[in-house]
Nanobody, 128 residues
Framework: QVQLVESGGGLVQAGGSLRLSCTAS????????MGWFRQAPGKEREIVAS????????YYSGSVRGRGSVSRDNAKNTVHLQMNSLKPEDTAVYYC?????????????????????WGQGTQVTVSS
């Protein structure tokens, strides 16, 4: 089992920045593909960004590309999501997710069903 705990959400004005963090336990962190998802009221959960086991391969959704940056620190079992130039439409609950990386796989995952472990979520609200 993998336990994930997010932190860093809150209320921010449009144009501002936020850094979300997620700390994992229960498994060797470098065995995990990590993802950030978000879900706004009435909408489906969508990927924001993901990162492979080493941090060398990242993915960003079109809605955050150029404004977001995902990074991981395998020594601290932590993954971060830095979001800049925030917009009201970024308002959502943000979830950290983890998936076991298959042996030899250096890519990331993109869909919620590919991740077997989820954090409890942290609210991000962007005011206009």
């Amino acid at each position: 089992q993998v336990q994930l705990v997010e932190s860093g959400g809150g209320l921010v004005q449009a144009g501002g920045s936020l850094r979300l963090s997620c700390t994992a336990s229960g498994r060797t962190f470098s065995e995990l593909i990590m993802g950030w998802f978000r879900q706004a009221p009435g909408k489906e959960r969508e990927i924001v960004a993901s990162v492979n086991w080493s941090g060398g391969n990242t993915y960003y959704s079109g809605s955050v590309r150029g404004r977001g940056s995902v990074s991981r620190d395998n020594a601290k079992n932590t993954v971060h999501l830095q979001m800049n130039s925030l917009k009201p439409e970024d308002t959502a609950v943000y979830y950290c997710a983890a998936a076991l990386a298959p042996t030899g796989y250096s890519g990331t995952y993109y869909f919620p069903y590919e991740y077997g472990f989820w954090g409890q979520g942290t609210q991000v609200t962007v005011s206009s």
